[in-house]
């Protein structure tokens, strides 16, 4: 059965507290990592209704600390399945409920892959985009996984023929 990214959206909200933070009173990266991957993993279960593991993690840049006290809001969603596995993005803000303020952490995409009974990768549901963003993020998804792939010796660079596309446009 198809399935919409809206069908697998998860929206996680979080405190921070002083046990979430580093000597500069600010949020430790790898607790919202910590965070971040339950998210998508949820995402990603919603779209399969199966158990999955993380496969990747793209690249994390941290744009904006976000301060003790502050709100954590985490947004998921699968942007593309291919067979076994899928893509995930999630958008991070922080929020200073006093001062009214909302500001972007990061953007970052992880790799889910679904598993069977006996751990196994095991098919996941094709996602049919509906929006022009969806749509844009879904055709974006092959370049980037072709690139994940280049990077964890999983494909050689010359097979990567939709990543090459881009280069050759110049
Ligand atoms: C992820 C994992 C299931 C892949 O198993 P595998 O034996 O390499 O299986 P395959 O080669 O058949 O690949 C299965 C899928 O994973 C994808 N995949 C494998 N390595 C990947 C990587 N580094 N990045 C993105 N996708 C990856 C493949 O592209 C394939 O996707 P597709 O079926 O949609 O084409 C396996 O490596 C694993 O269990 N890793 C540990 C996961 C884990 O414990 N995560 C928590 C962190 S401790």
């Not at 198809?2 to 507290?17: A, Y």
């Amino acid at each position: 059965m198809t399935k919409k990214p809206k069908d697998s959206i998860v929206i996680m909200t979080e405190l921070v507290l002083p046990n979430d933070t580093n000597t500069f009173g600010n949020l430790m990266g790898g607790r919202l990592m910590y965070w971040m991957d339950i998210a998508a993993a949820l995402s990603a279960q919603k779209h399969c209704n199966a158990p999955v593991v993380t496969a990747s993690v793209d690249n994390l840049s941290f744009v904006n600390p976000i301060k003790l006290g502050n709100v954590v809001h985490i947004e998921a969603r699968v942007t593309r399945s291919f067979n076994t596995s899928m893509e995930v993005m999630l958008n991070v803000w922080g929020e200073d409920l006093v001062r009214k303020d909302r500001y972007k952490s990061n953007t970052a995409y992880y790799t889910f892959v679904a598993l069977d009974a006996d751990g196994k990768p095991t098919p996941v549901p094709a996602i049919e985009p509906e929006t022009d963003e969806e749509k844009e993020l879904y055709n974006g998804a092959l370049r980037r996984r072709q690139l994940r792939l280049i990077l964890s010796n999983k494909m050689k660079p010359g097979e990567a023929t939709e990543l090459r596309r881009l280069f050759e446009k110049g």
